[in-house]
């Protein structure tokens, strides 16, 4: 059984009367070679274990079983899992857990799960939109054990991860994916190759979990806090922004740190680089 072709799936919908949900993002692979090309991208090897977020109808997840010592699949909708023990029916190296991801420890779960030591492990994820940045960053700031992400997002959404200062997609989101991880698209998904089809097209990115953050900081907090505030409102200058969001410093104050990080107060903070905002955060952290 090949849950990828489009004949077996709507024959799985219809034998189980499934219901698609489209609040849980439910769009279902029916490219085999892109299944594939996103295993090759996850690049396992036999001892490895992979966590995969929304299995869909097992699909994706029978290949990493393939590949993987163990996979690892956590599921929201309990009303899909019929379906995957059919389409999982036989592969002994498949748990899967009924979860909400955002919420979910995923240090524990494979503790929980690995059937054995695990040390690293890889993540491969078909992402709704409605939780695609929240759970990029719940698998980021998290910490976990993660050494590479493999996720399909909206197009839109790998142009803002990968995007360079100065261009309008270049954001919070940008700086904060790129402070923890080197990211990569890895190639685009045509919206045609899912049933049902959605409104957009997809791509499928890598994100590389670095050993220490891209840029050194003297406290992150004020980092990204920082990040947030020159991004909240794109069209002001720096230190418009600065002194809006942070009232509490005066705006001679912000003036001040901004030169102390050699950076021009006129500038927007769609411009900063990771580098440029680590320098403005730490001449910031020693005012404090």
């Not at 189980?16 to 490219?31: A, E, M, W, Y």
């Not at 899909?80 to 498949?94: H, K, R, S």
């Not at 309008?168 to 190759?193: C, D, I, M, Q, S």
Request: hydrophobic residues 45%; glycine residues 6%; contains cysteine.
């Amino acid at each position: 059984m090949d849950p990828a072709s489009p004949g077996v799936i709507r024959r799985l919908i219809e034998e189980h009367q499934f219901k698609i949900k489209k609040s849980l993002g439910q769009n279902f692979l029916t490219d085999g070679n892109i299944i594939n090309k996103i295993v090759d991208t996850v690049e396992l090897t036999p001892g490895e274990v992979v966590v995969e977020i929304g299995p869909g109808l097992g699909a994706l997840t029978r290949r990493l079983a393939s590949k993987a010592r163990r996979v690892i699949a956590v599921e929201i909708d309990r009303s899909v899992f019929p379906i995957l023990a059919e389409t999982l029916a036989g592969l002994d190296n498949v748990v899967l857990v009924q979860a909400d991801a955002l919420k979910t420890d995923f240090d524990r779960l494979v503790q929980d799960n690995a059937g054995g030591p695990a040390g690293k492990f890889k993540v491969a994820a078909n992402l709704p939109y409605y939780i695609t940045t929240p759970l990029i960053m719940h698998l980021l700031e998290g910490r976990f054990a993660i050494d590479k992400a493999v996720v399909m997002v909206q197009e839109e959404v790998a142009r803002r991860l990968t995007a360079a200062p100065g261009t309008r997609e270049y954001g919070a989101l940008t700086v904060a994916a790129n402070f923890y991880a080197e990211v990569k698209t890895a190639f685009k998904v045509p919206r045609t190759v899912f049933i049902p089809r959605p409104e957009v097209d997809s791509a499928v990115v890598s994100l590389t979990v670095r050993n220490a953050p891209a840029v050194p900081v003297l406290d992150e907090a004020d980092y990204f806090a920082l990040v947030r505030a020159a991004f909240q409102q794109r069209r002001k200058t720096l230190l418009n922004a600065l002194s809006s969001a942070q009232s509490c410093v005066s705006r001679e104050k912000w003036l001040n740190i901004l030169r102390q990080a050699g950076i021009n107060p006129a500038r927007r903070g769609e411009t900063l680089s990771m580098q440029e905002f680590a320098r403005l955060a730490d001449a910031y952290s020693r005012t404090r």
